[in-house]
Each structure stands twice: as C-alpha cells, then as structure tokens.
C-alpha cells in the first residue's frame, strides 16, 4: 500500500515556475514508476510525465516536454514536478500516481494508487 501527498501548488503568473512535491508513504517505493496526471475543469484527466523506478527513464507529454522535468529521490520517497515558462492553459489539478510495476507509464489506468491532487492556477 503506498499513501501520496502533493504538494507545491499555488497561483503564478504566466511565465513563472512553481515545483511541486509528492511524498509516498511506504517502503517499496522505490519500485514504482512514478507519474503525473492533470485535469482542467470540464476535461478528462491528461499524461503529463512519468518516471521509472529508478529515474533512468522519462516521459513527457509533448505540450509540456522543454518546460517540466520530472525527478525523483528514492532516499526520501518523493518524485518532484518542476514546471517552467508556465502557460495559463497549465492550469489544473495535478496529481502524482504511483505503477507497482516500475514503469514510466503515460495510461492512467496503469497506475494503483492516486494522491488527492494540489491546484496549479496560471494566470494570464
């Protein structure tokens, strides 16, 4: 079972950057493929970049890819968002998924366990 937290969330201007956190709980995750997902009001819920156990692999949506970088710290359980020259349509609800399996994965339906979400709003 792994618990996730984010964390980072906030209101920035266009063009501004903002790091979002995520801090899982138990002992194994440094096994899971990590992710991010978001979802804008009135949208499905979209892949914005996914990071394999070990942080060797990377995979980034193209509407975010030279602007976000995602990492990860096994040592303190926690997989980062950094999010750069950020665009109002980046505005959502971003939340970090954890894949038993180990993969940076981009299918949502991949991932068992979901944290509760932090709000990025990017104002024009």
């Known amino acids: 079972q792994v618990q996730l937290v984010e964390s980072g969330g906030g209101l920035v201007q266009a063009g501004g950057s903002l790091r979002l956190s995520c801090a899982a709980s138990g002992r194994t995750f440094s096994s899971y493929g990590m992710g991010w997902f978001r979802q804008a009001p009135g949208k499905e819920r979209e892949f914005v970049t996914a990071?394999?156990?070990?942080?060797?692999?990377?995979y980034y949506a193209d509407s975010v890819k030279g602007r976000f970088t995602i990492s990860r710290d096994n040592a303190k359980s926690a997989v980062y968002l950094q999010m750069n020259s950020l665009k109002p349509e980046d505005t959502a609800v971003y939340y970090c998924?954890?894949?038993?399996?180990?993969?940076?994965?981009?299918?949502?339906?991949?991932?068992?366990?979901w944290g509760q979400g932090t709000q990025v709003t990017v104002s024009s």
């Open positions: 998924a954890a894949d038993q399996y180990g993969s940076a994965e981009y299918r949502a339906v991949r991932y068992d366990y």
């Open positions: 990071i394999n156990w070990s942080g060797a692999h990377t």
